[in-house]
Nanobody, 119 residues
Framework: QVQLVESGGGLVQPGGSLRLSCAASGSIFSIYAMGWLRQAPGKQRELVAAITSGGSTNYADSVKGRFTISRDNAKNTVYLQMNNLKPEDTAVYYC?????????????WGQGTQVTVSS
């Protein structure tokens, strides 16, 4: 069984920084893409950033230049460094990973971590 466990959310003032982490554990043969999505109240879930096993990255236009995604393949962990945070970044942030655990690649999700940007 595969689990994704997130950490690092919280309350921060506008202009501040937070670092989210997401560690995958369980029966894992390989992980292709890992990423972060977010969902604000009353809005649809949206992609924030993603990274492949080879290091290729993709960002939402709204976070380019402020957020950086990275991963440690040895630890099956993905990070999201968020700088210059804005109130509109307030949302529940979900980790997502495409994991091969012996039969086929499947999509897994973390439980979500709240990020609140407010003065």
């Amino acid at each position: 069984q595969v689990q994704l466990v997130e950490s690092g959310g919280g309350l921060v003032q506008p202009g501040g920084s937070l670092r989210l982490s997401c560690a995958a554990s369980g029966s894992i043969f390989s992980i292709y893409a890992m990423g972060w999505l977010r969902q604000a109240p009353g809005k649809q879930r949206e992609l924030v950033a993603a990274i492949t096993s080879g290091g290729s990255t993709n960002y939402a236009d709204s976070v380019k230049g402020r957020f950086t995604i990275s991963r440690d393949n040895a630890k099956n962990t993905v990070y999201l460094q968020m700088n210059n945070l804005k109130p509109e970044d307030t949302a529940v942030y979900y980790c997502n990973a495409d994991i091969y655990s012996g039969s086929s690649y499947q999509d897994y999700w973390g439980q979500g971590t709240q990020v609140t940007v407010s003065s």
